[in-house]
């Protein structure tokens, strides 16, 4: 604004402030230009966008435009079928569509997901902040943290769908439990440093108060590696479900999901590997995709990094 003012005085002349369309295209062209310079986060982005459109589209009633198949219906006739033009991906033992229900299990894997990595963002960046900032509250809620990170996540997560059962809703509540600690650690880390910055301490000194000096000050430094954290905890929790899937202890059997997808086609990978091939081959896809686009961001956000790209 100020050199806006400068450059009118100059010139005697109006400068018109930029339209809320000018802004929303300048910002369209910025997104551009960082992704035509990261390859890797345009590759990653991609794909999470298609397996996103497709997640969607299965959770709408229009889902068989591109599934072809309800996941649910049993077709004994066809069990074991290869792949062909009328079974994309094969069937497998009940005679189901595996195509379909590998493209239904991308909206319980990204649901787990999202939810997972909004949630412990959320969580761990709240708590990770206040004891950081504490050195009291430090030295109670991290020991708490350690001991839980102690366990490893897989057998801690296994512990707590056994005691609270096997639904949806207690996987992605398990995941944000074995998850939180770390996100807690991240954050803790970086305010650590930031709590001994001149601008910190000189908001201390006018008496700004605790709570506007922790969301105001130290919070929005904390932005990059946070984002860059939750992309990791995007993938880990579309693997952690996967696992617990395929062990037989997350979702219900009934509900497609890639994890117990390639546990059904287990007994038959020698002979008919298409069962649990597709749907690996999905969960792949995405978990690499979700790597690529921290990476990116990584790159992005890390001023250290910015200048190479």
């Excluded at 003012?5 to 929303?24: F, K, Y």
């Excluded at 435009?65 to 066809?78: C, F, K, N």
């Excluded at 749907?279 to 992005?300: E, H, S």
Aim: charged share 15%; glycine share 8%; hydrophobic share 50%.
């Amino acid at each position: 604004m100020a050199e806006r003012a400068v450059a009118q005085a100059r010139t005697g002349l109006a400068i018109a402030e930029p339209s809320a369309v000018d802004r929303a295209a300048s910002r369209v062209r910025g997104v551009a230009h960082v992704l035509r310079r990261n390859p890797p986060l345009l590759a990653g982005s991609a794909i999470l966008a298609v397996m996103a459109l497709i997640a969607i589209i299965t959770a709408t009633p229009g889902a068989r435009a591109i599934a072809r198949y309800e996941p649910t219906t049993l077709s004994l006739s066809s069990r074991l079928e290869t792949p062909s033009a009328e079974h994309w991906f094969g069937s497998d033992t009940l005679g189901r569509d595996v195509y379909s229900r590998t493209l239904h299990g991308a909206k319980v894997s990204l649901v787990v997901a999202a939810s997972v990595a909004i949630i412990v963002t959320v969580i761990g960046t709240a708590i990770g902040i206040t004891v950081g900032y504490n050195r009291i509250a430090d030295n109670t809620v991290m020991r708490f943290m350690d001991g839980m990170m102690s366990f490893p996540t897989l057998v801690l997560a296994l512990a707590l769908v056994a005691t609270l059962g096997s639904s949806l809703r207690n996987v992605i509540l398990v995941i944000c439990i074995v998850d939180t600690p770390g996100m807690v650690r991240v954050v803790r880390g970086v305010v650590l440093t930031l709590r001994e910055r001149t601008y910190v301490e000189s908001a201390r000194a006018i008496g700004a108060p605790v709570p506007r000096i922790l969301f105001r000050h130290i919070a929005p430094n904390t932005f990059a590696p946070v984002i860059v954290q939750a992309s990791v905890y995007f993938a880990g929790a579309i693997l952690t479900e996967s696992a617990l899937g395929f062990l037989g202890v997350g979702t219900p059997e009934y509900i497609p999901s890639w994890g117990n997808i390639i546990a059904i086609g287990r007994e038959y990978v020698t002979i008919n590997f298409w069962i649990s091939f597709f749907p690996g081959l999905f969960l792949a896809l995405t978990i690499l995709a979700a790597n690529l686009v921290g990476d990116g961001l990584r790159d992005v956000l890390d001023p250290r990094l910015r200048g190479a790209m």
